[in-house]
């Protein structure tokens, strides 16, 4: 039992993760539209593609 919920958990994890990525890049993209400066180096305006997360 403790190994499912430590799979799940970990699943959850990767996708908050990956949920706050495409918030902050679409959050970048919402500024760069409304003449806010240019993200900083390093930062993609854009959402990555991302894999899928494991399935039960």
């Known amino acids: 039992m403790l190994t499912a919920i430590a799979v799940h958990q970990r699943t959850i994890d990767l996708a908050?993760?990956?949920l706050?990525?495409?918030l902050?890049?679409?959050r970048l993209q919402l500024d760069?539209?409304?003449g806010a400066?240019?993200?900083a180096p390093?930062?993609?305006s854009e959402p990555e593609?991302?894999?899928l997360l494991p399935q039960d």
């Open 42 to 44: 390093g930062l993609r």
């Open 49 to 51: 593609q991302f894999e």
């Open 16 to 18: 908050l993760k990956r």
């Open 20 to 22: 706050k990525r495409l």
């Open 24 to 26: 902050e890049a679409d």
């Open 37 to 39: 400066q240019s993200p």
């Open 32 to 34: 760069l539209k409304s």
